[in-house]
């Protein structure tokens, strides 16, 4: 990111205006939780792990820390699975 000279942002104030890289945008691949929540999780081997319960969030890197894996009918057991480990396939 690089912030812009005063003269240009439009304002005598100490405000600045910053510009962003055009890869600092969402990309195609943006969707609420609530979307999320009820998915299967699918192992690579093609096993039905469960659904996703919920997400979990690491509000200091600003990103998804854990899905909430939800398995077993009655008795559910949750467990959590590291977000890297998943990846996202069209409905």
Known sequence: MS???????GDDS????VERDAGDEP????????VLK?????ASDGEDVGNVFDIVLDLHRGRIAYA???SGGTGEM?????WSALTSSPP
């Open 3 to 9: 912030t812009l000279p005063p003269d240009r942002s």
């Open 14 to 17: 100490n405000g600045s205006i």
């Open 27 to 34: 990309g195609h691949m943006v969707t609420t939780s609530d």
């Open 38 to 42: 009820g998915s299967k999780i699918i």
């Open 68 to 70: 909430v894996a939800s």
């Open 78 to 82: 949750l467990c959590a699975i590291p």
